[in-house]
């Protein structure tokens, strides 16, 4: 029986494709890849967050946005969003990109992400039906909580999380202002 390898995009500082490579390996050696992020909000505000599977190879069990991920080689980005989030958490909702930001944080364990990040966001009522493999527990949670949260516990989140929550708030209110107007 073979075992599935998954691919991850390389790309340089301007999201360049450059070729490919095993994903473990892309962490392992701290390589720029493409990768996505999805933040989904009820209608009352709240953030949908997921706990990851406590089986991930690094940062198990750690509480970060609703879905992440990579696209596959060939894979649109916005396909790779959907895609995962009807994998993960079992939802589909039109998904809206927000922004893409680069980050590179380090871990104990010697893995390292690397990655340019496309962020997207969405609303959507229905309650996950979560992967076990993937996601442990979710939660809603209102900004302000989080804010919270992130402050007195970081170590219970994701790095890629603490990064960019205020950034996606922050987005999502000069949006929603601008959009009411």
Request: net charge negative; aromatic share 12%.
């Amino acid at each position: 029986m073979q075992k599935y390898i998954e691919e991850v995009i390389l790309v340089d500082e301007q999201d360049t494709p450059l070729g490919t490579i095993e994903k473990q390996e892309a962490h392992e050696k701290g390589e720029l890849h493409r990768a996505f992020s999805i933040f989904l909000f009820d209608s009352v505000g709240r953030l949908l967050l997921q706990q990851r599977a406590w089986g991930k190879y690094h940062s198990a069990g750690l509480w970060t946005n609703s879905c992440c991920s990579h696209p596959s080689p060939g894979e649109t980005t916005a396909g790779a969003a959907q895609r995962r989030l009807l994998f993960e958490m079992g939802l589909e909702t039109p998904l809206k990109h927000l922004f893409t930001f680069q980050y590179k944080v380090p871990f104990a364990s010697g893995l390292c992400e690397h990655e340019i990040d496309h962020v997207w966001v969405g609303w959507c009522d229905t309650p996950p039906c979560i992967h076990p493999e993937e996601v442990a527990d979710y939660c809603y949670k209102y900004p302000e909580e989080i804010r919270q949260e992130l402050r007195q516990h970081p170590e219970k989140y994701t790095a890629w999380l603490r990064i960019v929550f205020e950034k996606v708030v922050a987005s999502i209110e000069k949006n929603y202002k601008e959009n009411k107007r």
